[in-house]
């Protein structure tokens, strides 16, 4: 078998989606690594490293797809709204990666007009046996550590408490809103930094983690139903209950310098749980970082993709893929999360696509022709989907 590894063309994407570290595992499954050259230089992964591990580094990605029963990606082929990165794709290829299919449903009717089997990892299931191939977890650790960094930059104050000669200079305070793993490496990085932390979110049972790390975890008056799904997500809530939150958030929101908003629910608009209001409360030279800018954002003020200064030198950020601005290790963690899911795949030195699998089940998006998966489908406005063909 040949694992296929392409130069990323979603815009602004510098990750790779395998590292040479993880070569020697593909090897012992039977799978041989074609990578275009140059595919991992962004990332800092330079062409001999590759061949060094034993991969065949190939002049085109024409060349690559040529050869490769299986496409190891991170984002998309489609390339951020083009189709130019799906030329060359075989039927009965697989391909796998980060397809963003609930967000962009599009990006997958195209695969599966390509006749491919593809895989996203954003659907892989939260279970045990799933572990390490959570690929979610390992790019939101990578985004928490890089909005609090982004933060830090911007405040034109310190993050630490220091007692000088001079006098004493008192911490940052920082709200991070959405303890999810995002969230959770925002709290642990601002405490390293000093910080006074403290975290909301609107499922009760994270308040232990926070305050594991050292934060507060606020509690407002108001009870959230089936505020978490079976796998450990957010769920979406309606908007009396958002209303109502925003308005217990406010005051919190204005004592602090600094907030982080990182609550998103996998598939859905992100909600909008910073008002204008609530930004226009805050002190001058305040940073709101909305890492859910992809999502369209938690903050009302937020405009994805830039930073804008608002009322009185309030700076509101909303970056897009923080993963692919610290590369190499976001790489490296990606690529141990997507190697792992397609040795799980690999059954007697050939690829099957076992559906009694719950992994291969719920992150199949399109086989045979037809986008498959049930959500995709919905998002599409496809029907059910006919009874799948027997594994192979």
Known sequence: ????????????????AAVPGVLAGLAKAGIEVAIETGAGLPAGFPDDDYRARGARVLPSAAEVLASADVVMSVRSLAGG?????LDGLRPEQVVAGFLEPLRLPEGARA???????AFSLELVPR????????????????????????????????????????????????????????????????????????????RP?????????????????????????????ARALDEGFYRRQAELLA??????????????????????LVTGEMV?????????????????????????????????GITVMAPLNLAASIPYHASQLYAKNLASFVLNLVKKGRL?????????????????????????????????????????
Not at 111 to 117: I, K, M
Not at 158 to 187: D, H, K, N, S
Not at 206 to 233: C, H, M, N, T
């Open 352 to 392: 099957e696509v076992d559906l009694a699998d719950e992994i291969v089940r719920e992150s199949l998006v399109a086989r045979g022709g037809e986008v498959v998966h049930p959500r995709v489908r919905e998002a599409l406005g496809l029907p059910p989907a006919p009874a799948p063909p027997p594994s192979r």
């Open 127 to 202: 279970i045990t046996r799933a572990q390490t191939m959570d690929a979610l977890s390992s790019t939101a650790t990578v985004v928490g550590y890089k909005a609090v960094l982004m933060a830090a930059d911007r405040l034109p104050r310190m993050f630490p408490m220091l007692m000088t000669a001079a006098g004493t200079v008192a911490p940052a305070r920082v709200l991070v809103i959405g303890a999810g793993v995002a969230g959770l490496q925002a709290i642990a990085t601002a405490k390293r930094l000093g910080a006074v932390v403290e975290a909301y979110d609107v």
């Open 111 to 117: 695969l599966a007009a390509r006749g491919v089997t």
């Open 81 to 85: 709204g083009g189709e130019a990165g």
């Open 1 to 16: 078998m040949i694992a296929g590894i392409l130069k990323e063309t979603w815009p602004g994407e510098r990750r790779v």
């Open 205 to 233: 049972a994270v308040k232990e983690q926070v305050v594991s790390l050292g934060a507060r975890f606020v509690e407002l008056p108001i009870e959230a139903v089936d505020a978490e799904d079976k796998g450990g997500y």
């Open 280 to 312: 226009r409360s805050m002190r001058p030279g305040s940073v709101i970082v909305d890492v859910a800018g992809e999502q369209g954002g938690n903050c009302a003020e937020s405009v994805p993709g830039e930073t804008v200064v608002r009322h009185e």
């Open 251 to 272: 005051r919190v929101v204005a004592e602090n310098d600094v907030v982080i908003t990182a609550a998103a629910v996998p598939g859905r608009k992100a909600p909008v």
